[in-house]
């Protein structure tokens, strides 16, 4: 029996795969490389992840940063800059990152999955030759896409749409660029190249598709039919270089994301609208953010509770908010409110209790986090704000400064400093904080007794 199991050979499992093997912790990558053809834009978050792993195949892919605008809410603005990629070639430049980080990475399409004994997994799958495989872990980490098998319910899932994409020749030559437009019954993405070949992608309500019989080739020419500015920047001249192709769209949180001897990661936990690159970003940050998870599960089993319930926080936290985020930019987006499409997208979304910001008072909480590679459980300071916790301010740790505050410690910076080994003023942006926050303590008493300290901290050469 292995001990660790990634399934899948998408952003989510490779860089989970090498982020782990920067960490000395080994793992077997089952799964069959992408061919399905598809084009996406990669923030510069994405390549920042990128360079963090060490990822040098898949950077040496991108090219130049292409030019990116958008015309949303009838303004057209320049953006940040973003990368464009054919998913089949960056798939595989990963897994060429893969290999290189020495991960026992194998071709295969896994065929069934079952308990072991133990608590394990029995995984059965089927190598590039056709022979019959198994493979026995006691830790899996599903990482196969919104098609992976659901272990629960979804825990919510958002209106489905349907992205038409479709290649063209004969547009305008220009400079790399990449350009967003609402219209009616949607959104649009194209990418541009200076050789004149245009990418556009159509999101939609599935009405809009089958109004049309399901012909997918007449759904996008009648979304760019009700286009303005792009064609205007593309050009009117586009040649379709092949047939339109369609993949469904729906922010999803998949239940049981965490559990005995099983993680999930990236779109196997959940799937976010794909506004700005999104989905790549989520799986870079996903698969980052699981390491501790994972180091803590394999070498603190007595912390494996607190680990998945870390996991399970974060996922759903970060969801909701990108769901949220989502729905505020759809919802600035005032010239087709209207139509049912944008009145779709902009429905209020209730999220969970687990989730549901802090309404009352900043305060201390105990809470999970990370700290030096592992899952452990610290004070942090939970608010509206920061529902999350804030652990540090100024790189002072604000539980342990305010134990020292509640064991009667003089509010000096300089005192306080020499017990944490950190500078003065550092000490006292963090004391500000907290009062801030009405959070200063000392003694027992709250913030009201400190207005007649303050000159002990307040720098003016370093104000807070």
């Given at each position: 029996?292995?001990?660790?199991?990634?399934?899948?050979?998408?952003?989510?499992?490779?860089?989970?795969?090498?982020?782990?093997?920067?960490?000395?912790?080994?793992?077997?990558?089952?799964?069959?490389?992408?061919?399905?053809?598809?084009?996406?834009?990669?923030?510069?978050?994405?390549?920042?992840?990128?360079?963090?792993?060490?990822?040098?195949?898949?950077?040496?892919?991108?090219?130049?940063?292409?030019?990116?605008?958008?015309?949303?809410?009838?303004?057209?603005?320049?953006?940040?800059?973003?990368?464009?990629?054919?998913?089949?070639?960056?798939?595989?430049?990963?897994?060429?990152?893969?290999?290189?980080?020495?991960?026992?990475?194998?071709?295969?399409?896994?065929?069934?999955?079952?308990?072991?004994?133990?608590?394990?997994?029995?995984?059965?799958w089927e190598d590039v030759d056709g022979?019959?495989?198994?493979?026995?872990?006691?830790?899996?980490?599903e990482c196969r896409g919104h098609t992976?098998?659901?272990?629960?319910?979804?825990?919510?899932?958002?209106?489905?749409?349907?992205?038409?994409?479709?290649?063209?020749?004969?547009?305008?030559?220009?400079?790399?660029?990449?350009?967003?437009?609402?219209?009616?019954?949607?959104?649009?993405?194209?990418?541009?190249?200076?050789?004149?070949?245009?990418?556009?992608?159509?999101?939609?309500?599935?009405?809009?598709?089958?109004?049309?019989?399901?012909?997918?080739?007449?759904?996008?020419?009648?979304?760019?039919?009700?286009?303005?500015?792009?064609?205007?920047?593309?050009?009117?001249?586009?040649?379709?270089?092949?047939?339109?192709?369609?993949?469904?769209?729906?922010?999803?949180?998949?239940?049981?994301?965490?559990?005995?001897?099983?993680?999930?990661?990236?779109?196997?936990?959940?799937?976010?609208?794909?506004?700005?690159?999104?989905?790549?970003?989520?799986?870079?940050?996903?698969?980052?953010?699981?390491?501790?998870?994972?180091?803590?599960?394999?070498?603190?089993?007595?912390?494996?509770?607190?680990?998945?319930?870390?996991?399970?926080?974060?996922?759903?936290?970060?969801?909701?908010?990108?769901?949220?985020?989502a729905r505020q930019h759809y919802a600035?987006?005032?010239?087709?409110?209207?139509?049912?499409?944008?009145?779709?997208?902009?429905?209020?979304?209730?999220?969970?209790?687990?989730?549901?910001?802090?309404?009352?008072?900043?305060?201390?909480?105990?809470?999970?986090?990370?700290?030096?590679?592992?899952?452990?459980?610290?004070?942090?300071?939970?608010?509206?704000?920061?529902?999350?916790?804030?652990?540090?301010?100024?790189?002072?740790?604000?539980?342990?400064?305010?134990?020292?505050?509640?064991?009667?410690?003089?509010?000096?910076?300089?005192?306080?400093?020499?017990?944490?080994?950190?500078?003065?003023?550092?000490?006292?942006?963090?004391?500000?904080?907290?009062?801030?926050?009405?959070?200063?303590?000392?003694?027992?008493?709250?913030?009201?007794?400190?207005?007649?300290?303050?000159?002990?901290?307040?720098?003016?050469?370093?104000?807070?």
């Amino acid at each position: 029996m292995i001990p660790l199991l990634i399934l899948g050979t998408g952003p989510a499992a490779s860089l989970l795969a090498i982020a782990l093997a920067r960490h000395d912790i080994p793992a077997q990558v089952i799964g069959r490389p992408r061919t399905a053809p598809a084009v996406e834009g990669l923030s510069q978050r994405v390549v920042a992840a990128l360079k963090q792993l060490g990822c040098h195949e898949a950077l040496a892919l991108l090219g130049p940063r292409w030019h990116r605008v958008s015309s949303w809410n009838a303004q057209e603005v320049e953006m940040n800059g973003e990368f464009v990629v054919d998913r089949v070639a960056f798939d595989a430049a990963l897994l060429r990152d893969v290999r290189a980080a020495g991960v026992d990475l194998r071709d295969g399409l896994v065929r069934e999955l079952e308990r072991g004994e133990g608590g394990g997994w029995c995984v059965r799958w089927e190598d590039v030759d056709g022979r019959q495989q198994r493979t026995d872990t006691a830790l899996l980490v599903e990482c196969r896409g919104h098609t992976a098998p659901k272990m629960a319910p979804d825990l919510h899932a958002g209106p489905t749409l349907v992205s038409l994409g479709r290649t063209f020749d004969g547009a305008r030559a220009q400079p790399r660029t990449t350009f967003i437009e609402s219209f009616p019954s949607g959104w649009a993405w194209g990418g541009v190249d200076p050789q004149g070949c245009a990418h556009i992608q159509v999101v939609m309500r599935p009405a809009s598709v089958a109004a049309f019989d399901g012909d997918l080739d007449l759904a996008h020419a009648a979304a760019l039919a009700q286009l303005t500015r792009l064609p205007q920047r593309f050009g009117r001249q586009l040649k379709a270089t092949g047939a339109a192709r369609a993949r469904g769209i729906q922010a999803a949180l998949r239940g049981a994301v965490a559990g005995n001897g099983y993680l999930r990661v990236g779109d196997a936990a959940y799937t976010c609208d794909p506004l700005s690159g999104h989905g790549m970003f989520e799986a870079a940050s996903g698969a980052i953010a699981t390491v501790p998870v994972i180091k803590t599960l394999l070498q603190r089993p007595a912390q494996a509770e607190l680990a998945r319930g870390y996991l399970r926080e974060r996922i759903e936290a970060v969801f909701f908010s990108r769901i949220e985020v989502a729905r505020q930019h759809y919802a600035a987006e005032t010239h087709w409110e209207d139509e049912p499409f944008w009145q779709w997208v902009t429905q209020p979304v209730a999220t969970r209790p687990s989730v549901a910001r802090v309404t009352g008072p900043a305060a201390f909480a105990t809470l999970p986090v990370v700290e030096d590679g592992f899952i452990v459980e610290r004070r942090v300071v939970v608010s509206a704000e920061h529902p999350r916790g804030v652990r540090f301010i100024d790189g002072i740790d604000l539980g342990r400064l305010d134990a020292l505050l509640q064991a009667g410690a003089a509010i000096v910076p300089a005192d306080i400093g020499c017990h944490l080994g950190a500078p003065a003023d550092a000490v006292a942006r963090a004391l500000r904080w907290l009062q801030t926050h009405s959070l200063l303590t000392r003694a027992g008493h709250r913030s009201g007794d400190f207005t007649t300290a303050r000159g002990a901290f307040n720098d003016e050469k370093n104000p807070v």
